[in-house]
């Protein structure tokens, strides 16, 4: 019988905040997702105090795009990423929209 506490299945990875540890707190239910979307931001380094949605948008895009630039294997056809190439065009697409015309998105600003 199972009395609770540490036991040889329990997972031993820890925890997948980058900020060290956690405490569990009380916040309205209709605030978690919100809450919980700015804790993941600021968590992974995102300044969003002061940053607008499409500004943080356009941050996640380039920290991707420096991401696979980090990752890339190179192969016969390329030695490093391009990210001119056709494979990339929907997400220059999103990221021009964003940048010229965030409003079609349904992207305003935080504080709103």
């Known amino acids: 019988m ?3 506490g540490h036991t040889g ?5 820890g925890s997948t ?4 540890a956690t405490k569990t707190i009380r916040v309205p239910v209709a605030l978690e997702a919100k809450i919980m979307e700015y804790a993941r931001a600021m968590d992974s380094g995102i300044d969003v105090s002061h940053v607008n949605t499409g500004d943080l948008i356009l ?10 630039r980090l990752n890339y294997h190179p192969n016969q056809n390329s030695k490093q990423l391009d990210t001119s190439t ?5 997400l220059r697409k999103f990221q021009k929209l964003v940048q010229e015309n965030p409003q079609t998105l349904g992207i305003y600003d935080t504080c709103e």
């Open 17 to 20: 905040w980058r900020s060290g």
């Open 9 to 13: 299945g329990t997972w031993e990875s």
């Open 2 to 4: 199972n009395k609770g």
């Open 86 to 90: 056709r494979a990339w065009d929907e």
């Open 59 to 68: 941050k996640a895009i380039d920290r991707y795009i420096e991401y696979k």
